[in-house]
């Protein structure tokens, strides 16, 4: 019980900003490898985590690849225009992200973009954001479960010009 107060404490102290909540990546069971379900861990993709977030290195990381091409993009339409996931998923790929796919819509508008970081890839987030020239990062596991990052489109993208016809 000591040990719980303590971490409570700790807990106390920590800056907002400097706080990351983030999942192991890994999978569900599935139901010939166990009777209730359970995550199963990607072992190199911790080993990634371990590196970012703790400075941690392992024999067995590997090197993620920050390459547009092998990211799974979900979109999540947070905005009021009811067409703009399509939009911005259509604009995604003509900027070289092939694997973008639209999700169901967030219940309630945003006013700005998050670019969350599903599986705690910084890198690959601020990438995005570069791209879009907009977004804030949010290293979370709040987004599509089956995503590398999570395009939450805020009211924000209708307010930044852009190339006409690019979406």
Known sequence: MEEMLALANMGLDLDKESFR???LPG???TP???VASYWIMD???KDEVMQQYFSVSSVAAVTQSHDRKNLRV???NASNNP???TQVATYLQAQGFPNVYVIEDWPDAQSQTQIIAQ???LDSAHMLETVLGLGEVVPASTGDIQSDLTLRVGNDWTEKPRIQGSY
Request: no cysteine.
């Open 21 to 23: 909540m983030v999942m």
């Open 27 to 29: 999978r569900f069971s």
């Open 32 to 34: 010939d490898e166990s």
């Open 43 to 45: 072992a190199s993709a």
């Open 74 to 76: 979900a979109i999540q």
């Open 83 to 85: 067409h703009l996931g």
């Open 119 to 121: 599986r705690g890839d």
